[in-house]
């Protein structure tokens, strides 16, 4: 245990809680006919109840209980959802490799994964009547490395080239911008001004990425998410309840590409 101040030490019970601690995870099995799940048990200081819910981006089951639940409980609550879990997994969309032959997309437009072992360069893109391509040049083991690459470095230049745009436009200062594979949120703003984004929004549609760029550079005036932040972001992104949308409906769907 760790005190924050010496009178914590004195007033035990008056003292506020300090933040929550590091969450502790722990795994189990859970059996339905055939089939077996993991699921990751995760012990939340804040939870009332046990409470199960299904990550899409790692297609697995995470069992959130209270901080003094017992683990025996949990087992028998996660066994008695095992017919849920399994199928709610089923429904999730197929995941889609970078590989040779495999369908991606691209600022929102579709794209061929297509090999090219004896071309030189790394990767491009190209047209062939109405249908996009992205060609990969390389050893077929460095495929999916590489595209995973190039999807990285375009996903990090059109948000750099957004969020400068939208800097500018409220005359504020941003740090660097990077990108991530991150799975719960797609965009962050740190107190010193750096921005970083998941390098899956270079996936979606342009206006989807713009209006992440344009919420994070609000943050730089404005670090919450009150009416007065979010007038801030309609006045530079007028699309911003269409992005949302997009979002709430596709947003899921892009962990299911390629590798992290
Ligand atoms: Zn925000």
């Not at 010496?6 to 019970?13: A, C, E, G, S, W």
């Not at 959130?64 to 999730?92: C, D, Q, V």
């Not at 206006?207 to 670090?223: P, Q």
Request: hydrophobic share 40%.
């Amino acid at each position: 245990m760790r005190f924050e101040s010496p009178l914590q030490l004195i007033l035990p019970f008056l003292w506020p809680k300090p933040p929550s601690p590091a969450r502790k995870a722990e795994r189990l099995v859970v059996t339905d006919a055939d089939s077996a799940y993991a699921v990751t048990v995760v012990r939340h200081p804040r939870a009332r109840s046990y409470n199960l819910r299904i990550k899409e981006a790692r297609r697995e089951a995470v069992l959130t209980m209270p901080r003094r639940g017992s683990l025996r409980e949990a087992r028998a609550f996660a066994e008695r959802n095992a017919a849920w879990i399994g199928a709610r997994l089923k429904r999730l969309p197929e995941p889609v490799p970078f590989a040779h032959g495999a369908t991606i997309p691209l600022r929102g437009i579709p794209h061929e994964i297509e090999h090219r072992p004896l071309a030189r360069g790394t990767v491009w893109t190209m047209t062939r009547g109405d249908a996009a391509f992205l060609c990969v040049a390389g050893r077929p083991e460095r495929v999916a490395r590489r595209l995973a690459d190039f999807m990285k470095r375009e996903a990090r230049r059109d948000l750099a080239q957004a969020s400068r745009h939208f800097a500018a436009m409220l005359d504020v200062r941003i740090g660097g911008v990077g990108v991530r594979d991150t799975e719960s949120r797609w965009g962050s703003c740190s107190v010193e001004g750096a921005l970083s984004f998941s390098w899956r929004l270079v996936l979606a549609p342009p206006f989807v990425l713009e209006y992440l760029a344009a919420h994070e550079v609000a943050h730089r005036i404005e670090l919450n998410h009150s009416r007065t932040f979010w007038r801030l972001v309609d006045r530079i992104c007028p699309e911003r309840h269409r992005a949302e949308a997009w979002l709430k409906a596709h947003g899921n769907g892009l962990h299911r590409y390629g590798a992290g």
